[in-house]
């Protein structure tokens, strides 16, 4: 469990979250939007990292966007829940590596991350008539880019933590061999 | 009664014969005088056309206007300014920092900007932030090199603004699109489309008098208080450079 997140240099990868976010590259919008690069990032690493990496590193990416946004809405809540249940997902038998498959997690993630800010919007007393607009963009885009990007993140810590989930034997041989 | 009869004669036939070419120029000269110079005037300005002051008179007068308006702009401004001196509305000694916009999310689940001038400068969360055209947003973080500016379309932004030619004070509510909402305190708004929102006049948090958007539509059925769309007067997606309104020196509200 958790091989990725005891090499020391793996989790600073997700400083590139908030750093893409900031810069928000104008080609890879969707209608203004940019897509989720915290369910980008989240989508590989906790589908081979396994739950309790995956809620860590989304209570993390959380903490850390949370403090680039203004207002009081949070994404811990939708990354944390992301994360535990694509850790799930990674720990079945059939490990997870279709791009079409990848997709459409991706798409589902961004979609449950949108409605839960968009729920805490409208809890904390918030307007937001575009809010449908933002979602359907978000979404869509995240789910058009995770093939290519989530698809060579995921063969990156493969490489890293080979089939850690997959199956018990090569686990059992890499533990041993660590 | 012969006498009568003498002046009442017709004139002989002989006499009007010759007279007649004259009759009729006191005739054109009676009906000139009735029509008040028509045929005459038309005459001198068909004649006199090409003399008419041009395009450049007009130029010159209208930069004379324009001079005229601007030097009155600034006496007004300077009058304006010693008079809130004077009531005590102004804080400290605002002043303007420039900050280059270095990060832009315009739309999406937050509308915000990331400037590059911060704490260091003297910027403080709270403070208004302008580009050229109107008000942009507040100021609602700071770190030492930087500060994040939240939109006027944000969902949590809220600030009171001022319809002039109505009279009228308003809540100007971010609605995550690119136009936010205007919400009236009163019952009966009388808000048209086209009319121009501003800042408070008497407003100390932010810069009074500072254009903010053009009411687009109202809702005049909204409940409980009649709602309009703003558009707002900065374009948000075209800014490079905005200008902090900072307060030096002085106590902050």
């Known amino acids: 469990m958790s091989v990725l997140l005891r090499q020391r240099w793996t989790p600073l990868t997700a400083g590139l979250v908030p750093l893409l976010m900031l810069a928000s590259p104008a080609p890879l919008q969707l209608a203004g939007v940019p897509p989720s690069w915290a369910a980008l990032w989240l989508l590989p690493w906790a589908l081979v990292d396994g739950p309790f990496s995956g809620v860590l590193a989304g209570v993390v990416l959380g903490l850390l966007l949370d403090a680039l946004h203004a207002g009081p809405v949070s994404e811990i809540p939708a990354l944390a829940l992301l994360g535990w249940w694509w850790g799930r997902l990674g720990r079945r038998s059939s490990p997870i590596e279709r791009s079409f498959s990848l997709g459409l997690l991706a798409l589902l993630g961004a979609a449950l991350q949108g409605v839960l800010i968009w729920l805490q919007q409208l809890w904390w007393g918030e307007t937001n008539v575009a809010a449908l607009h933002t979602l359907l963009a978000q979404t869509l885009i995240t789910a058009v880019l995770a093939p290519a990007l989530c698809s060579l993140q995921l063969l990156f810590w493969r490489q890293l933590a080979p089939a850690v989930g997959a199956d018990p034997i090569s686990r059992m041989r890499w533990t041993r061999s660590r | 009664?012969?006498?009568?009869?003498?002046?009442?004669?017709?004139?002989?036939?002989?006499?009007?014969?010759?007279?007649?070419?004259?009759?009729?120029?006191?005739?054109?000269?009676?009906?000139?005088?009735?029509?008040?110079?028509?045929?005459?005037?038309?005459?001198?300005?068909?004649?006199?056309?090409?003399?008419?002051?041009?395009?450049?008179?007009?130029?010159?007068?209208?930069?004379?206007?324009?001079?005229?308006?601007?030097?009155?702009?600034?006496?007004?401004?300077?009058?304006?300014?010693?008079?809130?001196?004077?009531?005590?509305?102004?804080?400290?000694?605002?002043?303007?920092?420039?900050?280059?916009?270095?990060?832009?999310?315009?739309?999406?689940?937050?509308?915000?900007?990331?400037?590059?001038?911060?704490?260091?400068?003297?910027?403080?969360?709270?403070?208004?932030?302008?580009?050229?055209?109107?008000?942009?947003?507040?100021?609602?973080?700071?770190?030492?090199?930087?500060?994040?500016?939240?939109?006027?379309?944000?969902?949590?932004?809220?600030?009171?603004?001022?319809?002039?030619?109505?009279?009228?004070?308003?809540?100007?509510?971010?609605?995550?699109?690119?136009?936010?909402?205007?919400?009236?305190?009163?019952?009966?708004?009388?808000?048209?489309?086209?009319?121009?929102?501003?800042?408070?006049?008497?407003?100390?948090?932010?810069?009074?008098?500072?254009t903010v958007g053009v009411v687009q539509s109202v809702n005049e059925r909204a409940v409980p208080a009649p709602e309009a769309v703003v558009q707002l007067s900065a374009p948000v997606n075209a800014v490079d450079w905005v200008q902090v309104n900072v307060q030096r020196g002085g106590k902050r509200p």
Request: proline share 7%; charged share 15%; no cysteine.
């Open chain 2, 1 to 210: 009664m012969a006498s009568q009869g003498r002046w009442l004669r017709l004139p002989p036939r002989r006499l009007v014969s010759l007279a007649w070419p004259w009759l009729l120029v006191m005739l054109l000269l009676v009906g000139l005088r009735l029509s008040k110079g028509a045929g005459v005037l038309d005459l001198y300005a068909l004649l006199s056309r090409p003399f008419w002051p041009g395009s450049a008179q007009s130029e010159w007068l209208m930069a004379a206007q324009s001079l005229d308006r601007q030097s009155r702009l600034q006496q007004l401004e300077a009058d304006n300014r010693r008079l809130r001196g004077l009531l005590d509305l102004e804080r400290g000694n605002p002043a303007l920092v420039s900050a280059p916009v270095i990060s832009r999310q315009a739309e999406g689940w937050w509308q915000q900007l990331v400037i590059g001038r911060g704490g260091l400068q003297g910027i403080a969360a709270g403070d208004a932030v302008m580009a050229p055209g109107g008000l942009l947003g507040r100021v609602a973080s700071v770190t030492p090199t930087t500060a994040t500016v939240l939109l006027l379309t944000d969902s949590s932004s809220k600030i009171g603004v001022w319809v002039g030619a109505r009279q009228r004070h308003g809540l100007l509510v971010g609605a995550g699109s690119q136009r936010p909402l205007l919400r009236f305190i009163e019952q009966d708004g009388g808000v048209r489309p086209g009319d121009v929102v501003t800042t408070s006049p008497a407003s100390t948090l932010l810069p009074p008098n500072l």
